[in-house]
């Protein structure tokens, strides 16, 4: 269901999605979707924590991508922008969908109150991904590779922020730029910003 949902949601987007184009995609009836799911929201949900959790999954398993606190932060970033731009990347409208105010607002609320198992899970996912970059800056800080006295939370912000700049901006060309320029294109905005005078 998950696999086939994906599939609509980044051709439709949410908003267009229905769950008759979900049962479609995967040969069920609507009827039977609901043995499964309460609606699409809750599929949503499911299937950007299965994202969520192959992400961090690879980062502390794939050797070609696994974060590691003793490589220099550069190296680092370049993983996690390579495992992000892979995962996602042929997948605009639905990580342009994950990165709205309607699902983040599920993100943020949380803290206040009672969410859903999905909502629950879903939030769960992403504060592990999100640690895993947090917890790398506050490494980079401390052996002097960042010079910004920004927190550690506020550079993830700032680096999320790109991550979906970049997204949205293929999804106006309709078609991925080369992932490994992308990513040095990225890196090279982190390591050295505007260089205003």
Known sequence: ?????????????????RLEDIAQEVGFSKAS??????????IFLSLATREYHLIQEKLETDPLLKVEPELPLRENLRRILTLVFTTF????????????????????ESKFHTCSDSETDFVEARCSVD????????????????????????LHTYFD?????TIRRWH???????????VRLVIDF??????IE
């Not at 998950?2 to 051709?11: N, P, Q, S």
């Not at 309709?174 to 992308?182: A, F, N, Q, V, Y």
């Not at 982190?190 to 260089?195: A, I, S």
């Open 190 to 195: 982190l390591c050295r910003g505007f260089e």
């Open 33 to 42: 979707l609901y043995n499964y799911y309460k609606d699409k929201e809750e």
């Open 131 to 154: 640690e895993t970059f947090i917890s790398l800056m506050r490494t980079a800080k401390e052996r002097g590779e960042i010079g910004s006295t920004q927190s550690p939370e506020q």
């Open 89 to 108: 990347g042929n997948h605009f409208s639905f990580v342009l969908t994950l990165n709205s105010f309607q699902f983040l607002s599920v993100f943020h």
């Open 172 to 182: 106006q060309l309709g078609e991925m730029d080369d992932i490994d320029l992308s």
């Open 161 to 165: 922020a790109l991550i979906f700049a």
């Open 1 to 17: 269901i998950l696999d086939g949902a994906l599939k609509v949601f980044a051709e439709k987007g949410f908003h267009d999605t």
